[in-house]
């Protein structure tokens, strides 16, 4: 009896042992994200994207594999985009370009491979890329930047700091058209006459589009969103002309503009990491409601500020909401 009993459990060992053998032996599930973007992927919002995927137990080389696509130029990012699509990865990821998730979308359509966009230069609802905010149906959701209410904001902020502005001079591309129409009837609601320059073919020629302006006639500048724009260059331009510029992103006041009103980028890019871990673990993009950034920021260049001879008043605005 004892006997018995001691090789039933040894038998009961044996069994444990090969299970866990089995189990240690069985292929780890690598999942597959493609991101289309138009800046490196060294630039702190898509540090912060990898940082907040890794916080997810996700490990490149281990349970995760990432193709990066960076591009400046559209046509380029579009094809990758559907190369994508073609090639089955778990989640697209797109950058901030209406043309490149126009793209995701058509060419992911007849496979339903999920997409997930940080909407920065365009407004996925007004184009038809999703049903509501609240319900975005189809295959893509993701993060919206809200860039057309900010942009009258920019403007409102813009005359605030600099008072005596007697034209704004607006650069954009075809990336900005959305914004260069909501810039003009902010421009034409302050009373403020508005001239849209807009920007073809990059690398953009910043000097030739600005050779007409002057900050001392009380000229000031807005630009305009898109991932095809060179902050250094464009602010060193500005500087030249003596022009009071604001722009929506941090990364144009540290190269020189006197401000920027926008959202957080890497907060928006942390967020759409937590939309990429939900799919991954199988929830349909259609039942995600895309979100809006809580985090605003009204950046300062105070340098630049000394250097125009402008005293910026102190004073805190609300960000804008949609519903």
């Known amino acids: 009896m004892t006997a018995c009993r001691f090789f039933g459990a040894a038998l009961l060992i044996g069994f444990v042992a090969v299970s866990a053998s089995y189990a240690d032996q069985q292929p780890t599930r690598v999942f597959h994200i493609g991101i289309v973007a138009g800046t490196p992927r060294s630039n ?71 997409v997930v966009f940080r909407a920065v230069d365009f407004d996925p609802l007004a184009k038809g890329y ?30 605030q700091a600099v008072p005596l502005i007697a034209r704004i001079v607006l650069l954009y591309d075809m990336e900005g058209e959305d914004q260069r129409e909501a810039a003009t009837q902010a421009a034409s609601a302050l009373g403020i006459p508005l001239e849209a320059i807009e920007l073809r073919n990059p690398p953009y020629d910043y000097d030739r589009a600005l050779a007409g302006t002057d900050g001392a006639r009380g000229d000031a500048l807005m630009m305009t969103t898109s991932g095809s724009h060179r902050p ?42 937590d939309y990429v871990d939900k ?18 920021e009204l950046i300062v260049n105070l340098k630049t500020a000394q250097a125009l001879g402008l005293t910026i008043p102190r004073r805190s605005s609300p960000a804008p909401t949609r519903s």
């Open 44 to 114: 702190p919002e898509h540090v912060a994207f990898e940082q907040r995927v890794r916080e997810l137990g996700y490990v490149e080389g281990r349970n995760l594999t990432i193709d990066f696509v960076q591009n400046d130029h559209l046509d380029r990012l579009v094809a990758a985009a559907g190369e994508f699509a073609r090639r089955g990865v778990d989640v697209i990821v797109g950058g901030g370009q209406d043309a490149v998730l126009k793209a995701a979308i058509a060419a992911t359509a007849a496979r339903s491979t999920p």
């Open 130 to 159: 999703i049903a509501s905010l609240a319900h975005p149906g189809g295959n893509a959701t993701g993060v919206v930047m809200s860039n057309l209410e900010m942009t009258a904001k920019r403007l409102d902020l813009l005359t």
């Open 232 to 273: 250094a260059a464009g602010a060193e331009v500005a500087l030249q002309h003596r022009l009071p510029a604001i722009a929506a992103r941090r990364r144009w006041v540290e190269a020189g503009f006197l401000m920027s009103y926008g959202p957080n980028i890497a907060d928006m890019f942390r967020i759409s990491a």
């Open 279 to 296: 799919i991954l673990k199988g929830a349909k993009p259609a039942d995600l409601p895309v979100q809006q950034p809580t985090k605003f």
